[in-house]
């Protein structure tokens, strides 16, 4: 219930002087947030003051935690259709309580300061809840990449990331970018080639960035891993009783009515996940130019090939198409999976969010007063930092063999086979019947890298899960799974700093 509404806290006190709650448009469409909510980075913030309240740590030590450390900014020119074009990126840096840092590098129009300092600060948090040795940070570059061709796409990053690699920005020991909104292994591979180009002699250069294309260094299930580790994140929220009861739901995940907002690369593999192996019905998908709405289960392979072949969902052979795709985030559902921007989920529509549980695939897509008052009516949101922490999950694995020079699985495949061999052979001796093929051809494979790789995803994502779901429970002043996770995160950076002195 609502732990937190008898307590005023610092945080809650100046977050309730800053929203006008009672006057909520009501007109039926979704606006992007209204100007009296706080930006990104204030909406963090707020987030990281109700948490930090709750925590016994000196001022001093949560501001040097809640601050970005440096943000630089670089304009740089590129002459490309017969003329100069000055384009602006940036990265910042949160915190170096460990080193590298870790964040993706973002294109697009919607790129600023702001942002880039947010999404920075969640990734400090995010690596500390998934025990990913890295600091935080992000980039963005301020871009349409559909306004340019491929080759000269290519020209612009490679330009950014020659700024970035000479000052270090780009490094396998001092920082890791890898892809985000707007990136893919495309760009991470002309970034490791730039790198590459600068540091002729460096041995670890392949470590400079991750989410590279698997012939480049990359490795096996980086594309998949932000949507894989959504599915396991629900996957975990449904062994918890007591979890899903707070979301005032029943059963397992098999027939739950999933909205997804945006199905791109993180969308698309948790919707694919969720519908082909748990039994989740896509009821809906929103995308830019609408929504595709079909009560029966959308097939996110067919919708997801017809997006990229038609640029939209309007059209599509099944279900039913509604032009006012924001409406449709607000349909009745039992799981809403905000999959592409920050802020979507505001002090406009937040009420009329009808759904039991959201899990936040994007980074930020619910703002901190929308946060209250979907917690106020019940709604239970596993967050950001926690839900869509497979991808720098996996990125790690990636960076580790790059800097090991080895796939995983290659020197053990064989010999876990061989095992196995011997193993069933003794059985069938000492049984006298032989065992089924099919489970001989099961029982037999050892792991290869991606199977590795999974199973040290679904274990981050459990274990992580468990660490804040036993705070939620066991401490009455906190009232959400989001405030867990920050408590949970900041006691692990906190500690980090003070092993230093600090
Ligand atoms: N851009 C992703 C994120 O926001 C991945 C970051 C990484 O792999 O470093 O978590």
Same mark, same amino acid.
């Given at each position: 219930?609502l732990l937190l509404d008898n307590l005023k806290t610092?945080a809650m006190?100046?977050?309730?002087?800053?929203?006008?709650?009672?006057?909520?448009?009501?007109?039926?469409?979704?606006?992007?947030?209204?100007?009296?909510?706080?930006?990104?980075?204030?909406?963090?913030?707020?987030?990281?003051?109700k948490a930090?309240s709750l925590m016994d740590? &000196? &001022?001093?030590?949560?501001?040097?935690?809640?601050?970005?450390?440096?943000?630089?900014?670089?304009?740089?020119?590129?002459?490309?259709?017969?003329?100069?074009?000055?384009?602006?990126?940036?990265?910042?840096?949160?915190?170096?309580?460990?080193?590298?840092?870790?964040?993706?590098?973002?294109?697009?129009? &919607?790129?600023?300061?702001?942002?880039?300092?947010?999404?920075?600060?969640?990734?400090?948090?995010?690596?500390?809840?998934?025990?990913?040795?890295?600091?935080?940070?992000?980039?963005?570059?301020?871009?349409?990449?559909?306004? !340019?061709?491929?080759?000269?796409?290519?020209?612009?990053?490679?330009?950014?990331?020659?700024?970035?690699?000479?000052?270090?920005?780009?490094?396998?020991?001092?920082?890791?970018?890898?892809?985000?909104?707007?990136?893919?292994?495309?760009?991470?591979? !002309?970034?490791?080639?730039?790198?590459?180009?600068?540091?002729?002699?460096?041995?670890?250069?392949?470590?400079?960035?991750?989410?590279?294309?698997?012939?480049?260094?990359?490795?096996?299930?980086?594309? =998949?891993?932000?949507?894989?580790?959504?599915?396991?994140?629900?996957?975990?929220?449904?062994?918890?009783?007591?979890?899903?009861?707070?979301?005032?739901?029943?059963?397992?995940?098999?027939?739950?009515?999933?909205?997804?907002?945006?199905?791109?690369?993180?969308?698309?593999?948790?919707?694919?996940?969720?519908? =082909?192996?748990?039994?989740?019905?896509?009821?809906?998908?929103?995308?830019?130019?609408?929504?595709?709405?079909?009560?029966?289960?959308?097939?996110? =392979?067919?919708?997801?090939?017809?997006?990229?072949?038609?640029?939209?969902?309007?059209?599509?052979?099944?279900?039913?198409?509604?032009?006012?795709?924001?409406?449709?985030?607000?349909?009745?559902?039992?799981?809403?999976?905000?999959?592409?921007?920050?802020?979507?989920?505001?002090?406009?529509?937040?009420?009329?969010?009808?759904?039991?549980?959201?899990?936040?695939?994007?980074?930020?897509?619910?703002?901190?007063?929308?946060?209250?008052?979907?917690?106020?009516?019940?709604?239970?949101?596993?967050?950001?930092?926690?839900?869509?922490?497979?991808?720098?999950?996996?990125?790690?694995?990636? !960076?580790?063999?790059?800097?090991?020079?080895?796939?995983?699985?290659?020197?053990?495949?064989?010999?876990?086979?061989?095992?196995?061999?011997?193993?069933?052979?003794?059985?069938?001796?000492?049984?006298?019947?032989?065992?089924?093929?099919?489970?001989?051809?099961?029982?037999?494979?050892?792991?290869?890298?991606?199977?590795?790789?999974?199973?040290?995803?679904?274990?981050?994502?459990?274990?992580?899960?468990?660490?804040?779901?036993?705070v939620w429970h066991s401490r009455n002043d906190v009232d959400s799974?989001?405030t867990a996770?920050?408590l949970?995160?900041?006691?692990?950076?906190?500690? &980090?700093?003070?092993?230093?002195?600090?």
């Open positions: 219930m610092k006190v100046r977050y309730e002087s800053r929203f006008d709650l009672g006057n909520l448009p009501t007109d039926g469409k979704i606006n992007m947030p209204r100007t009296t909510e706080p930006s990104f980075r204030q909406s963090v913030d707020m987030m990281f003051e930090v740590l &000196s &001022s001093g030590l949560q501001e040097k935690i809640r601050v970005c450390n440096s943000t630089y900014t670089v304009r740089f020119g590129v002459k490309l259709r017969g003329d100069i074009h000055t384009f602006t990126g940036y990265r910042a840096v949160h915190s170096e309580h460990k080193e590298p840092v870790k964040g993706g590098i973002r294109f697009a129009t &919607s790129v600023n300061q702001d942002e880039v300092e947010a999404l920075a600060a969640l990734m400090s948090y995010k690596c500390a809840l998934v025990e990913t040795p890295f600091g935080g940070s992000k980039g963005g570059l301020h871009i349409d990449p559909n306004a !340019w061709e491929p080759d000269e796409m290519e020209r612009i990053t490679r330009r950014f990331a020659y700024e970035l690699i000479k000052r270090d920005l780009i490094h396998p020991s001092q920082n890791v970018p890898a892809p985000d909104m707007g990136t893919g292994e495309r760009e991470m591979a !002309w970034i490791a080639d730039q790198f590459r180009r600068m540091n002729t002699t460096e041995l670890n250069s392949e470590a400079c960035v991750t989410g590279k294309p698997l012939n480049k260094g990359g490795i096996a299930g980086r594309v =998949e891993a932000t949507g894989r580790g959504v599915q396991y994140a629900l996957q975990e929220f449904f062994r918890h009783s007591d979890d899903i009861k707070a979301a005032n739901m029943k059963g397992t995940l098999d027939g739950k009515r999933v909205v997804v907002q945006g199905l791109g690369n993180v969308g698309y593999h948790a919707a694919k996940f969720l519908s =082909e192996e748990d039994g989740c019905l896509i009821t809906a998908v929103v995308e830019r130019d609408g929504a595709v709405v079909d009560d029966k289960g959308l097939d996110i =392979e067919e919708l997801s090939h017809y997006i990229r072949t038609h640029g939209g969902v309007n059209g599509f052979f099944s279900g039913e198409y509604v032009e006012n795709g924001a409406a449709v985030l607000e349909k009745d559902c039992d799981i809403l999976i905000p999959a592409a921007m920050e802020g979507v989920i505001n002090l406009s529509n937040a009420e009329r969010i009808s759904t039991k549980l959201i899990i936040e695939a994007a980074n930020g897509p619910v703002t901190a007063g929308a946060d209250e008052i979907l917690r106020k009516a019940g709604v239970v949101i596993i967050p950001d930092m926690y839900a869509n922490a497979g991808g720098v999950t996996v990125s790690y694995f990636e !960076w580790v063999k790059n800097l090991s020079h080895i796939r995983f699985g290659r020197m053990q495949r064989r010999k876990e086979e061989a095992n196995n061999i011997l193993l069933i052979k003794e059985l069938e001796r000492l049984v006298g019947k032989p065992v089924s093929d099919d489970f001989k051809s099961k029982f037999f494979q050892g792991a290869g890298e991606l199977e590795l790789v999974r199973s040290g995803l679904e274990d981050t994502m459990r274990g992580a899960y468990q660490s804040m779901q036993q799974l989001r996770a920050y949970v995160s900041l006691g692990r950076i906190a500690d &980090s700093y003070k092993a230093l002195g600090l």
